[in-house]
């Protein structure tokens, strides 16, 4: 939980706890002042969750909510989204420009996308069409190395920055903060500061 704490400390205006799978999950992550439980739906993630004990657990719940899907077919994304209230959607895998824009042609106007940019490399794709936000970091549940180069050269202003990072003791010396950061809750020993 040691990164849990530190939420309130980064100064970001949102926040996403990911690997959500318990009520007690989410009310932890929501006294840690996160803004948005992640609820990934990839059956081969060690993180993942059922569709009903989703459901379950965002009931009256205190926190927007993201439905994460990993090169999901459009029919099973919009299944979720009429099964539980979300709030976005992050895809966080190849799905191409043609799927973005299928996929909001059939979502609710409210529901933002997020699209996953991979940290590791050196000109991650952030200009797809339809993506209101991108998260920059990995695959659901990789450990990351800091990109320092692409950090100080990229606008993060619409971008959550990852924070399961291998040595997340690390303080990024960056010219602009992100939108927010995104944690995962089963990985939450990360610990990540900003300098001031």
């Known amino acids: 939980m040691a990164a849990l704490t530190q939420l309130k400390t980064l100064q970001s205006k949102e926040s996403i706890v990911s690997g959500i799978t318990s009520r007690a999950d989410l009310m932890a992550a929501h006294a840690a002042g996160a803004t948005y439980a992640g609820f990934i739906f990839v059956l081969t993630s060690p993180y993942g969750i059922a569709i009903e004990e989703a459901k379950e657990i965002a009931k009256n719940s205190p926190l927007k909510h993201i439905g994460i899907f990993q090169n999901s077919d459009l029919a099973d994304i919009l299944y979720v989204v009429n099964e539980i209230k979300l709030d976005a959607i992050l895809l966080n895998g190849w799905e191409t420009q043609a799927f973005i824009t299928q996929l909001r042609t059939q979502l609710p106007e409210s529901i933002k996308i997020i699209k996953i940019a991979h940290l590791k490399d050196d000109a991650p794709k952030m200009n797809y ?30 971008v959550f920055l990852s924070g399961n990072w291998r040595d997340s003791t690390l303080l990024p010396n960056i010219e602009s903060r992100p939108l927010g950061f995104e944690l995962n809750f089963k990985m939450s020993t990360a610990k990540m500061h900003w300098s001031h």
């Open 129 to 158: 069409q339809h993506v209101d936000f991108y998260l920059l970091g990995g695959h659901v549940g990789e450990i990351l190395e800091p990109n320092w180069t692409l950090l100080q050269n990229i606008d993060l202003s619409n």
